[in-house]
Each structure stands twice: as structure tokens, then as C-alpha cells.
């Protein structure tokens, strides 16, 4: 039935607040995390090649093992929390981030720098998970789409500065200065997570993680969402590698213009997915994506660069925000913890996957056909995109 004006304005007029004294005081946290993670997430890679024999692989390696290590940390986290609470957990993730970023400079042996990404990326999966089930609790469910877009805004805007600011920075100042900011940021958030909830009410039963991968519901936007990650990954590892000659200073435009996009997409699919739902979003998110990719080829051509990465970045943004709406909506509280770690499982084992895979196919290839085919590699996940295009009312209890 199709709600009236009337209805709609009063629906409106009673929605819940959104800005809440503990969602303000956990997007410091949010800050912290994400300017740390991502002043350093194109900048480490550079550092790390001339350290090994195969320059790309070299760079890939880096970032798959700070990618593999916060998966390893995201399937820890929801027992983490049961035993020790958010606070803990977060206060951990926030160190682990902190202190490697200051170390890295001690040496560019690979097993260092490999060492490191390790730990960071722990820390990082412990941020994600403790973090999004936190902040999902203090969202009301009215809102959702909304609040969740306005979180991607706060963790977007450092990755909009920092992703090209590390790269800038290495190049004119050096790597210390990056590793040395990205650490204090980091450490400096640890000051707002005495002031969070150590412990949140939820109703429902819980899910567990197993359960979360095998239910359909969770499933299918998981594997859409891994793909797209996947090409985010190669873009902040490979983009700097792959632009060479008078197209050189487009990369710094594009690692701006790539999360500023995604930002703004996050924020479109919250406010459409509010009032329209988020599964017809799913499609066109992912189609954007696969054609960003495929636009990537030219990266001898500066403008050919820019654009590609608004174009990915648009609908790599959609995703995030349509694809975490729908898991939430298909499981009790008590299973958010698990819908943060499925979701961020497949975030940063795309990235992880991306990068290394896509380290060895440029080798063979080139970096052009590289982005070509990781292009139609992404329209893999047309199928489950398809599939979830209509909602659905059931949980992650329901069966595949």
C-alpha cells in the first residue's frame, strides 16, 4: 500500500535522533583508524618494493599480509567482545595500529615490513568489527541506511585526505613523516574509547559466524561486495606502479577522487536505500564498478585515470552502503557482531586476494590487460547481484 503525504510527514516528524552523544564519541575512533590505515595503505607497498626482488610482488606481498591479518582479526573479534567487551577490543585494534606504523622505519627487510603489516592489520580487523557492531547498535534501525552512510562520511573523509597525502608526502618528506603521523593518529583515538558503551543490550539470538557464510541472506551481498573490493585493493597497491611518464601526477587526483566518490555514493545509497529499499541498488552499484575497472587500461592518459577512479569509486560506494544495510536488516541484534565480520571479511579478503593476484597477472600480462581483465572479473558477481535485487524478509537463519 503507498504511504500518504500525511503519513510520511508524520513518519518523518518521529524519527529517532541519529546524532547521539556515544555515535559522536565513536567517530574519533573511527577517524583515528581509518586516517592511520590509510595514510599508509599506498605508501607501504612503495616501500616495500625495492626491498624485493620482484618490485609488484614485493608490493602486492605487503598488502595481502596486512589484508590477510585483518581477516585473521575480524573472525577473532566477536568472541573477543563476548569475553572482554568493546572497549578492550578497540583499545587493542587502536595500539596494534599505532606502534608498527612508528617501527617501519627501522628497517626495509621484507620479512620487517611484512611483520608489521601483520600486526597492523589485526589491529585494523579488531577496529572493524568491534567498531561496526558498536556503532550499528547506536543507529536506530528507522535509520539505518542513513546512519551508516553518515559513518562511511566520517571514515571516508580520512581515507578522501590521507590516501593522497601518504603518497604525496613519501615523495616530498619522506617515509618517516607518514609512518610517524600515521602512529600518532592512531594513539591519539585511544583517548575517546574510555567514554563508549563496554557492553550493549541486544535482542534476538545470536549468529555465528559459520552460520552467517552459509546463509544466503548474508552470503550473496558478501561475494558482490568481495569483488568490488577486490579492485579497491589493486588500485591503492598498483595504481602508483602502474601510471608512469607525463600521467604521474594523475595519481594523486585519482586516490582523491576514488574515496571522495565512494563517499558520496555511501551517502546516496543511504538516503535512496531509507525510503526505497538498498537491494535494487546491489546491481547497479556493482556494474559501476566493473566498468571503472575496465576504463583503468588507459593509464598512460591522466584524464583516463581520474575518471576510471570516480566511476569505480561511485559504485564501489553504493555497495558498501547497500550491501551492510541489507545484512543488517536480515538478522536480529544480537547478530550484528557476526554481520560486520562477514561483511568485512569479504572487504578485506577481496583487497588482500586483489592485490597479490593481481601482482602476478601484471607481471604476465601488463598492467592494461591486467585492469581489463579484473574488469570482467568483476562482472562474476552479476549473478548473486541479481538475486538480491528484491528484499527479503528473511534472517540469516533461513537456509541458502
Known sequence: ??????????????????????????????????????????????????????????????????????????????????????????????????????ALPLSRDLWWIVALCLLRGLGYGFTLVAGGALTASLIPAERRGEGLALVGIVGGVPALVALPLGVWLAAHSGYGLVFASGGAVALAALASVPGLPDRVSASGRAVGIGEGLRSAGLRRPAVVFACAAMVSGIVVTFLPLAVRGAATGAVAVALFVQPAAATAGRWLAGRVGDRRGSAGLVLP???????????????????????????FGTGFGILQNATLTLMYARVPTAGYGTVSAVWNIAYDVGMGVGAVAFGWLAAATGYPWAFALTGVAVLAAVVPAHRDRRPRSTTAATGP
Open 1 to 102: 500500500m503507498t504511504e500518504t503525504p500525511e503519513a510520511a510527514a508524520a513518519s518523518r516528524a518521529v524519527r529517532p535522533p541519529l546524532l547521539t552523544p556515544p555515535l559522536l564519541l565513536r567517530f574519533v575512533s573511527v577517524l583515528g583508524a581509518s586516517a592511520s590505515f590509510h595514510l599508509l595503505l599506498s605508501v607501504v607497498p612503495g616501500y616495500a618494493a625495492p626491498a624485493g626482488t620482484g618490485g609488484g610482488g614485493a608490493a602486492g606481498l605487503a598488502t595481502g599480509a596486512l589484508m590477510l591479518a585483518t581477516v585473521a582479526g575480524e573472525f577473532a573479534t566477536p568472541a573477543l567482545v563476548d569475553r572482554y567487551g568493546y572497549r578492550a577490543v578497540l583499545a587493542v585494534g587502536l595500539g596494534l595500529l599505532g606502534l608498527p606504523a612508528l
Open 285 to 311: 552499484g556493482l556494474l559501476l564498478s566493473a566498468a571503472g575497472t575496465s576504463l583503468m587500461v588507459a593509464t598512460a592518459e591522466p584524464v583516463a585515470v581520474v575518471v576510471a577512479a570516480g566511476v
